[in-house]
């Protein structure tokens, strides 16, 4: 079955940038979507498609997808963007939805 | 405003059976697709089965196929998981989640861009 590699968490600074990374095999071929999780509360969507932002959303998140590696970007990153990120794809080979690990984003 | 509101969540014993609803309200409920996704306490998202607008494709994660069926209707604007043969490691949040897409073109490529709270799922004895 496919599946999505994230790394288990990421920490930055206030104001610098972030960025999640999203492993899997020629994912370049996929639609990428990424969404946040914060304690407590429902996921939102924050990119889809690889890199449109829903309305919404800050344009400080940003989204890209290139060979084996889609990469959600979070710019001056602020305290509310402390979150779990997960990316997500249609596997057309198994006919699933996929989740990716999951990435908890730790705001220094 | 456009909701999702999910409801039957419980406690049920191990191979017993429950049947989820999510009530839809404030879209055209038979043009996209809808979703099941599941969290297990401190663990990620897991997606359990998806639904076209029309209703004639379903698709089932592994773990829940055979076991789970999908369905909705649109005179209730109503999606809905009917869950047999419950195991705990059914024991989750069950969340159902709206595609953001209101095209065949697109299915089952897109994404859910609105989600309900989420109704919890405790199978034990």
């Known amino acids: 079955s496919y599946v999505l590699t994230q790394p288990t968490s990421v920490s930055v600074a206030p104001g610098k940038t972030a960025r999640i990374t999203c492993g899997g095999n020629n994912i370049e071929s996929k639609s990428v979507h990424w969404y946040q999780q914060k304690p407590g509360q429902a996921p939102v969507l924050v990119i889809h498609?690889?890199?449109d932002r829903p309305s919404g959303i800050p344009e400080r998140f940003s989204g890209s997808n290139s060979g084996n590696t889609a990469t959600l970007t979070i710019s001056r990153v602020e305290a509310g963007d402390e979150a779990d990120y997960y990316c997500?794809?249609?596997?057309?080979?198994?006919?699933?939805?996929?989740f990716g690990t999951g990435t908890k984003v730790t705001v220094l | 405003e456009v909701q999702l509101l999910e409801s039957g969540g419980g406690l049920v014993q191990p191979g017993g059976s429950l049947r989820l609803s999510c009530a839809a309200s404030g879209f055209s409920f038979s043009t996209h697709a809808l979703s099941w996704v599941r969290q297990a306490p401190g663990k990620g998202l897991e997606w359990v089965s998806t639904?076209?607008?029309?209703?004639?494709?379903?698709y089932y994660a592994d773990s829940v196929r055979g076991r789970f069926t999908i369905s909705r209707d649109g005179s209730k604007n109503t999606l809905y998981l009917q869950m047999k043969s419950l195991r705990a490691e059914d024991t989750a949040l069950y969340y159902c989640?709206?595609?953001?897409?209101?095209?065949?073109?697109?299915?089952?490529?897109?994404?859910?861009?609105?989600w309900g709270q989420g109704t919890v799922v405790t199978v034990s004895s």
């Open positions: 997500q794809v249609w596997d057309s080979t198994s006919d699933h939805r996929v």
């Open positions: 989640a709206k595609g953001d897409c209101d095209s065949t073109t697109c299915f089952p490529n897109d994404a859910s861009d609105i």
């Open positions: 498609y690889d890199s």
């Open positions: 639904i076209s607008g029309s209703g004639r494709t379903t």
